[in-house]
């Protein structure tokens, strides 16, 4: 079946510090997408990204899709940062298929 | 913000009783998911639609039933609710689909007991 696996699975940082986030997909995509489901449960959109690279304020996404992966930069976290990190990825149909998500904590 | 609502926020069931989640969207968008979160799962589609009384199974999809006769809503019925049905349900929208981003709602957090 379909796989979309993030690594890595959690990551503890001290604020201030840089990160890399990588996901990785088995088949060739027709979109991408980060999001930040934040300590309340909310989803929040980051990146669409089917390729090439795409950079909002400390984030950046980076998807190379002939080599099927995508990496999500963050420089200089903050404690708002903490949070799971997903990719989800659709495989030619209409179904958006997630990776099981990073776990960042921001360590004051 | 996407405009999207999920209704209830939070409910608690007793197993063996129909419960009906509510998604409603303000952007007119085409495509309609149901998802569930679990613990070590990450996020699984249950249903989704593409369309007005066009539906379509996810991978997660025993157990449940969804209606769209309009195109601002999307209801996800748990025909008689299990303890293994116990999860946050997420709600999301695309405006057709594959190629365009998808918003998601805010969840809605059921306990079956």
């Known amino acids: 079946g379909i796989q979309v696996e993030q690594s890595p699975p959690d990551l503890i940082l001290q604020e201030g510090a840089n990160s890399t986030l990588r996901c990785n997909f088995s088949d060739s995509v027709n979109n991408l997408q980060w999001f930040h489901q934040n300590p309340w449960g909310q989803l929040i959109n980051l990146f669409y990204?089917?390729?090439g690279t795409k950079q909002n304020g400390r984030l950046s996404a980076t998807t190379v899709a002939t080599e099927r992966y995508s990496l999500l930069y963050i420089s200089s976290s903050q404690t708002t940062d903490s949070g799971v990190y997903f990719c989800a990825v659709h495989f030619g149909n209409e179904k958006l298929t997630f990776g099981t998500g990073t776990r960042l904590t921001i360590i004051p | 913000d996407a405009g999207i609502t999920q209704s209830p926020r939070h409910k608690v069931t007793e197993t063996g009783t129909p419960v009906t989640l509510r998604c409603h969207q303000t952007e007119n968008h085409r495509y309609m998911y149901w998802y569930r979160q679990d613990p070590g799962h990450g996020l699984r589609l249950i249903h989704y639609?593409?369309?007005?009384?066009?539906?379509d199974k996810g991978e997660v999809s025993d157990g449940y039933s969804v209606s769209r006769s309009k195109t601002e809503d999307f209801l996800l019925t748990l025909e008689s609710a299990t303890s293994s049905q116990t999860s946050v349900y997420f709600c999301?929208?695309?405006?057709?689909?594959?190629?365009?981003?998808?918003?998601f709602g805010q969840g809605t957090r059921l306990t079956v007991v």
């Open positions: 990204i089917p390729s």
């Open positions: 999301a929208i695309s405006a057709i689909g594959r190629n365009t981003e998808a918003f």
């Open positions: 639609s593409y369309g007005v009384k066009d539906t």
